[in-house]
């Protein structure tokens, strides 16, 4: 099957009776994401897109399914250009959208926390399985940064009151409660996760291939108007808020363990 002889650096691919399993493979570091890892993360699911898979199951190594960005990442971001924070803007934008758009369904195995841009992964897959451990959280607002392209998606799902709420606060909150949003579609016992993520990921592939992905255009095209602009819109306000005196006393509160002290 596709995809079985390339190499990853930050995650872990495996494809078992047509099933994808994109295992984030971090566990020291949480999972955080990189550069690197968001560009094999849309390589590994591009090419199941192409390949012979029918599902695609995204999963966490170690205690985390993803604790948002990493701290290098952070760190760089206080030297980078206009240009450059436009470009990871993209980045993170082509991300989210493979992952929406992708023509085969897509499973969320969550253990763990899932933070940030780690709960924007989790939450945009088709259906999102939960123990619950799971925590999720758009913790981007206390670093002084803007969730602004997990924002279009959230609004989707949840509404603008909701996502108000989960963005301007910044607030923790479990599975149960992501149960209740539907930002989770079920909460499965720790030990029952793999099983019944096999028993989904099985009634998905008893369906018919093309049917499955029709649905899945006919969708993404339903939403494709709006989220095109929500899009642009995003990116401009990330790549932005990378720049401000808020952000950089955010990461730098962060990385240095303290309360940040914002000019305002």
Not at 79 to 91: D, F, I, T, Y
Not at 125 to 130: I, M, N, S, V
Request: proline share 4%; charged share 20%; glycine share 6%.
């Amino acid at each position: 099957m596709a995809g079985r002889n390339v190499n990853y650096s930050t995650i872990a691919v495996a494809d078992n009776a047509r099933i994808r399993i994109i295992t984030l493979h971090r566990p020291e570091r949480r999972n955080t994401m990189t550069p690197e890892m968001q560009m094999e993360l849309i390589a590994a699911m591009e090419d199941a897109a192409t390949g012979e898979c029918r599902v695609l199951v995204l999963a966490g190594a170690g205690e985390a399914f993803c604790a948002g960005l990493d701290l290098s990442a952070l760190q760089q971001m206080q030297v980078k250009s206009a240009a450059e924070h436009r470009a990871e803007a993209e980045r993170v934008a082509r991300l989210f959208v493979t992952l929406y758009e992708l023509p085969i369904p897509t499973i969320a195995a969550v253990h763990g926390p899932a933070i940030a841009g780690g709960t924007g992964l989790a939450t945009i897959c088709d259906f999102t399985l939960a123990t619950p451990a799971a925590k999720f959280g758009f913790t981007e607002v206390r670093i002084g940064f803007v969730p602004a392209l997990v924002s279009a998606f959230l609004a989707l799902q949840v509404g603008d009151k909701r996502s108000r709420d989960l963005l301007l606060t910044g607030r923790l909150f479990g599975a149960e409660e992501a149960l209740q949003l539907g930002l989770v579609t079920e909460v499965v016992a720790p030990d029952q996760l793999a099983t019944r993520v096999k028993t989904l990921a099985d009634t998905l592939i008893a369906n018919s291939p093309e049917s499955l992905s029709a649905t899945k255009r006919l969708m993404a095209a339903q939403n494709r108007p709006w989220l095109d602009a929500a899009i642009a819109s995003a990116m401009e306000a990330n790549a932005q808020s990378r720049e401000t005196a808020d952000f950089r006393e955010g990461v730098a509160a962060f990385l240095e363990k303290r309360k940040p002290v914002w000019a305002k």
